[in-house]
């Protein structure tokens, strides 16, 4: 089948990362979200992230012009998925959510199209119980920042046909994306191995081998990271790094997997990382300066 329009659901942080590359790669894209704000907000987000590859002289003016022209928006799922061939979840990494979206996608979605979800963790075979073309359902985890990463993480459901799988991996290199195909188990690959390694970092943290600089200085200089484990985990969120920890050690059920107390503590405070402006640093808009929160300093 061709792919020529895709809707994208969630104009957070990667549903308006995922919207860009697609609409920058030619597709007719429109971006889903119930919050108008937050899709004039991905709009300007997106406008100003072209902006920045113009000034790299990695696109041109008229690229932006086109790009931005690709792009429409809804706040209701049945009007933005109805002329769809291909829909990208991309809301809250919460398995409720996200089943409840999947049962609209498929409902109002042309019986051909393929529905793909952006999870890092969540089960492509769980998801895809819940609708009426298992089959066609398929994972699409694309890594943030979505027009400058790479990788695109391709998770085949229990019923994912060979056929989407093949269409989804050759989608993928279209966007100037590497697709690396690998199955339904918890954490796929990515996460499975990247979260206990941030728990770990956490963990030693919350038992006083090491300062928060210390640890993230050890794993950038010693183990060539372009970022260390407490800033990684800060960028991406600690109550989705507690969410996935979560997902593994349900889905494994072995202690290794459990989200460290000091993790716990911390998204319960509401110190999620960039997001909430504090985490393991302390972020100030439109400085660079990492700076350690008060919490860790001795």
């Given at each position: ?87 990208v979840e991309a809301a809250t990494e919460n398995i409720n959510l996200k089943l409840e979206i999947f049962k609209q996608m498929d409902a109002a979605a042309p ?165 909430s402006g504090e985490g393991f640093y302390v972020y100030t808009p439109g400085s660079k300066e990492l700076v350690v929160s008060d919490s860790f300093k001795k």
């Amino acid at each position: 089948m061709e792919i020529k329009n895709v809707s994208v659901i969630g104009a957070g942080t990667m549903g308006n990362g995922i919207a860009h590359v697609f609409a920058q790669s030619g597709f007719k894209v429109t971006l889903i979200d119930v919050n108008a704000a937050q899709l004039e907000k991905a709009l300007s987000t997106i406008a100003k992230n072209i902006d920045r590859q113009i000034s790299k002289g990695a696109v041109t003016e008229e690229q932006k012009s086109a790009t931005l022209q690709n792009i429409t928006t809804a706040t209701d799922i049945a009007v933005g998925v109805k002329s769809a061939n291909l829909v990208v979840e991309a809301a809250t990494e919460n398995i409720n959510l996200k089943l409840e979206i999947f049962k609209q996608m498929d409902a109002a979605a042309p019986e051909s199209c393929i529905l793909a979800t952006n999870t890092s963790s969540i089960s492509i075979t769980k998801i895809a119980a819940v609708t009426k073309r298992p089959s066609a359902v398929i994972g699409m985890h694309f890594m943030n920042p979505v027009p400058v990463m790479k990788l695109v993480e391709i998770i085949n459901g229990y019923a994912t046909s060979k056929e989407v799988s093949a269409i989804i991996n050759e989608l993928s290199v279209t966007l100037g994306k590497v697709p690396c195909t690998v199955n339904d188990y918890p954490g796929f690959i990515a996460n499975r191995i990247l979260m206990p390694m941030i728990n770990e970092a956490i963990y030693s943290l919350y038992e006083g081998v090491a300062g928060v600089q210390e640890i993230d200085t050890v794993m950038k200089l010693g183990m060539a990271h372009p970022m260390g484990p407490l800033q990684l985990a800060d960028f991406i969120g600690l109550d989705v790094c507690y969410s996935i920890l979560k997902v593994l050690h349900e889905g494994f059920g072995n202690p290794k997997y459990a989200p460290c107390p000091l993790l716990v503590n911390m998204v319960t405070a509401g110190k999620l990382g960039v997001k909430s402006g504090e985490g393991f640093y302390v972020y100030t808009p439109g400085s660079k300066e990492l700076v350690v929160s008060d919490s860790f300093k001795k």
